[in-house]
């Protein structure tokens, strides 16, 4: 064979989950979700200057300055903007119930009559391997074409641990085309659409800090097609990183540290209805000046976008939410990270102290982390790691929780994790992997679907004993 190629087409279709389609009514907001690989905010203004001009003066959009994450990776922070849920308790809670399929926010689009596309290229593996749920049904998925380049393309050009390429285009680039299409396909059918795109292996900012240079011409290029086309003036557009940039070097700097958890986002609304309702945009555009904010708070604004709740708009819609508030309603000044859903170890609100990497706080913290990890590896095919160098600690306040980054030797893994000292017994909650670990966890990886506690950190935290040979400091500190 000479050529492959792949080609997008958005075939409209009428009936969705046995709800019509129905025309647009009034004050109906078409609206697009676009999630950035690993963009921080300080990263994207660094690179982005002119679309940050374009965005928040040309079109008119909000940034949340204080916007956290919730999580270490794409996947907890996409399911809480699409179901405003913890993911790991909840996929618990579903593999129990035995579900067939699961709701997000774009089947409340559909029952609304929204037509609704999701363009992603992680989802469709993990829900199902981790819930055993069989779909996601969502009448405008394209699965099936990413499956199909998977199986078929053997030799697409690739970066390390990813694929840029679907035959001779750029992955991202196809899949915003793809939701340029589709709404511009529905715009001209008169109908109201939701269009969720989350790319997570096609961007280079996935591995490298500065790799939103090589994609960024794609976003503006898109935004402008929006603008150009006309239909920008009726969609509201969030955009923004699914998490902050994750890359060793820069990790331990100050700022390397706030940006982990500090992704971009924007909200982009139309003229009219920043003129028609002041109130409602107002506050979304003060929350995002001087408030916290975290992922979970995007579930709950598509929410009040959905439902119109537009002059005075609530905070909660949910009772039984214990995070994600509308952004749309002035989000009280006392908020914290706890009531926002943000964890310990991702909280950037507390002040925070450098400790020396001798300091006897962080060398206990250090010795509590390796314990740990070894308990929790017990009984895998990973590695049990013996000695350590702190990288890097702080402490943080009001509690006097520490930071703690270690290498481990002679095995080598980088892994940063916050630990609470001053409980009885310490909890690891989460940890960051801090160099290319997947070469070094396949034995892990390759078992994912049996992982039925859905306790990813035996992911996080493993060397495969079957790559020892690997797990140098050098080979896995090399990202070219
Ligand atoms: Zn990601």
Not at 180 to 207: C, N, P, V, W
Request: with cysteine.
């Amino acid at each position: 064979m000479l050529y492959r190629n792949y080609h997008s087409q958005i075939i409209p279709i009428k009936e969705y989950n046995g709800h019509e389609i129905e025309d647009s009514g009034t004050d109906d907001l078409n609206v697009m979700v676009i999630m950035l690989e690993s963009i921080s905010r300080l990263t994207w203004l660094r690179h982005s200057p002119e679309i940050h001009e374009f965005i928040t003066q040309e079109l008119g959009g909000a940034i949340l300055n204080g916007h956290h994450v919730v999580g270490g990776n794409s996947f907890p922070n996409n399911y809480a903007v699409m179901r405003g849920l913890e993911v790991y308790s909840d996929l618990r809670k579903l593999l129990m119930g035995g579900v067939e399929g699961i709701e997000i926010i774009l089947m409340d689009f559909a029952k609304k009559g929204y037509a609704t596309l999701l363009a992603e290229d992680f989802l469709p593996g993990k829900i199902p391997s981790y819930a055993k749920i069989k779909k996601i049904p969502v009448p405008h998925h394209d699965r099936a074409s990413r499956v199909l380049r998977r199986s078929k393309d053997q030799y697409i050009p690739k970066g390390p641990d990813l694929n840029y390429c679907y035959g001779e285009k750029n992955i991202f680039n196809y899949t915003l085309n793809q939701v340029f299409d589709f709404s511009q396909k529905y715009r001209s059918l008169g109908k109201k659409f939701m269009a969720y795109s989350a790319i997570e292996t096609g961007l280079h900012s996935h591995h490298s800090q500065n790799g939103i240079s090589q994609d960024k011409h794609m976003v503006m290029n898109f935004l402008k097609k929006l603008h150009a086309s006309g239909i920008i003036n009726n969609t509201v557009v969030f955009i923004g990183g699914d998490h902050g940039c994750r890359f060793k070097d820069y990790f331990n700097t100050r700022v390397g540290y706030y940006e982990t958890s500090l992704p971009l986002m924007y909200g982009i609304f139309p003229k009219w209805f920043r003129e028609k309702y002041p109130t409602a945009f107002g506050n979304f555009k003060f929350n995002g000046e001087n408030r916290l904010t975290s992922q979970y708070d995007l579930y709950y604004t598509l929410r009040a976008i959905l439902n119109k709740d537009f002059i005075n708009p609530r905070s909660h819609y949910d009772p039984n939410s214990h995070y994600g508030v509308n952004l749309l309603a002035r989000v009280p000044e006392e908020r914290t990270c706890q009531q926002a859903g943000v964890g310990p170890h991702f909280c950037m609100c507390g002040r925070k102290t450098r400790l020396d990497n001798t300091d006897p706080r962080a060398l206990k913290a250090g010795q509590i982390l390796i314990t740990k990890v070894n308990e929790l590896l017990k009984d895998t095919p990973c590695v049990q790691y013996d000695k350590f160098d702190v990288i890097e600690a702080y402490l943080v306040y009001p509690n006097e929780d520490i930071t703690i980054a270690i290498e481990t030797k002679p095995v080598y893994a980088s892994m940063r994790t916050t630990l609470s000292l001053t409980e009885g017994h310490v909890t690891l909650r989460h940890i960051d992997r801090l160099e290319r670990y997947s070469l070094v966890t396949k034995c892990m990886n390759e078992n994912t679907a049996k992982l039925q506690d859905l306790e990813m950190m035996k992911i996080w935290a493993c060397v495969c004993k079957d790559s020892v040979w690997r797990a140098t400091k050098q080979r896995l500190n090399d990202w070219s």
